[in-house]
């Protein structure tokens, strides 16, 4: 017999069914409540709330898990390619070979945008934040594509859809940057990988050789993997519930973009890196900056350690620190902030106030390290965050579609004035 909560109100006894995850996740499923009650529930900022049901990620806060269509982030970040997961997350499996080489060959197929768009490009400003660069450019995509606004086409037709967005997210995330440096676009070199190809659209110069490290580009690959896709967030929320109006998996995506580009969201690996700026201006003392963080009467809070979710401990930020220490050696980076950031991990890896409190250094400490250390400057960092995010927005929008999820329309308890009168304007003096 399935287990129930039961309850009393007006009078009356009423049960509602608990569901229960393969994870062994319990809720209570209350969406007949207020047909059978009249009653809503109130959660500020839905913490206690299951938007939906979904199998493409798990995440355990207590017990630093992470997984991928039931696949540890550990092995997938080892073991994969970027693409690889991010078949996984939208597809629902790994791909064979067979099907691995065919959605390469579709993306490398689709990486070049229409001119028009660099039109669009070149009438922002070059202060633009880039993220409002790259939202728009995304979200054009609907203009350029208007088979997409149909709601009822064909899976064949989605699918070009979702290729298309993974295959110009890197040229529209690296034109963002061309236009923030003034410099002129490069388009994409298809004889390269996905990340490599992105690094060289970012950085090369006109007249000027360039060649893509691959140190550098295994480290980036790994960062997409353990950005591609974190349960229902901010960003995440907002893509489905602007997906479920049925609205184009562009104007989704786009939507998507702008939450992650909120400073609680995607902002994170930026506040790492103007935290260590911060105590490089005030002389480098990193002792008197641990000291602060540690007087709860002090402001000062230290960023990139500790995590919302993860109470014990981040699994993406062992994998990534592996990646953080292989660029900075093979780079041979000379940077006051950086060291600043070794100083700091050694410290909360061994100072006793942050071991207790499991305040060790999460994943976006450790990215913040690696694009400082690439020479991205920091408002770039969120648009990196957004491209390896990409597969998890798609799966999750194709997962709402394919579930026929009604669209989203919480409640709310009014708490305004009451019935007031009209008094016409002259009357008001």
């Not at 963080?293 to 402001?299: E, H």
């Not at 648009?383 to 999750?396: C, D, N, T």
Request: with cysteine; glycine share 8%; aromatic share 10%.
């Amino acid at each position: 017999m399935s287990e129930t909560v039961k309850f009393s109100y007006g009078g009356k006894d009423f049960e509602l069914p608990i569901i229960e995850g393969t994870e062994n996740e319990k809720a209570i499923d209350i969406a007949k409540l207020r047909a059978q009650t009249g009653l809503i529930t109130i959660d500020p900022g839905f913490k206690n709330t299951g938007s939906t049901t979904s199998s493409i990620t798990f995440l355990d806060g207590e017990l630093g898990i992470l997984r991928y269509r039931g696949y540890n982030i550990e092995e997938l970040a080892e073991k994969s390619t970027f693409l690889e997961v991010a078949y996984l997350l939208i597809y629902g499996d790994l791909p064979t070979q067979h099907q691995y080489e065919k959605f390469t060959r579709e993306i490398t197929t689709h990486t070049l945008v229409h001119e028009d768009i660099k039109k669009i490009l070149e009438g922002f400003p070059s202060n633009s934040h880039p993220m409002g660069v790259l939202s728009s450019l995304i979200c054009s995509l609907t203009a350029f594509y208007p088979e997409s606004l149909d709601p009822n086409r064909n899976e064949d037709a989605v699918n070009l859809s979702i290729v298309r967005l993974l295959a110009k997210m890197p040229t529209f995330a690296a034109w963002a940057f061309k236009n923030e440096v003034g410099h002129p676009v490069n388009y994409p070199d298809n004889s390269l990988d996905y990340c490599s190809n992105f690094l060289k659209m970012m950085f090369a110069l006109p007249a000027e050789k360039y060649d893509v490290d691959p140190i550098v580009a295994k480290a980036l690959d790994q960062l997409l993997i353990l950005h591609a896709d974190h349960e229902q967030n901010c960003s995440t929320s907002t893509v489905r519930i602007v997906g479920s109006s049925q609205a184009s998996i562009f104007a989704s995506i786009s939507a998507g973009i702008n939450a992650l580009w909120g400073p609680l969201h995607g902002g994170a690996n930026q506040a790492v890196i103007e935290m260590l700026e911060q105590i490089k201006a005030d002389g480098g003392d990193t002792k008197k900056f641990l000291d602060k963080a540690k007087d709860k009467n002090d402001p000062f809070r230290l960023m990139g350690f500790g995590h919302r979710v993860y109470k014990n401990f981040d699994p993406r930020a062992k994998i990534i620190k592996k990646a953080a220490d292989d660029v900075l050696l093979k780079l041979g980076v000379k940077d006051p902030v950086l060291e600043i950031a070794k100083e700091l991990e050694y410290a909360a890896l061994n100072d006793q106030y942050f071991v207790e409190r499991n305040l060790y250094p999460n994943v976006d400490f450790y990215s913040g390290i690696i694009y400082r250390a690439l020479g991205i400057p920091t408002d770039m960092f969120t648009v990196l965050f957004a491209m390896g995010r990409l597969p998890g927005w798609i799966a999750q929008w194709k997962e709402m579609r394919h579930n026929g999820e009604p669209i989203g329309r919480p409640r709310q308890i009014y708490t305004g004035a009451v019935d007031k009168h009209y008094v016409s304007m002259n009357k008001r003096g």
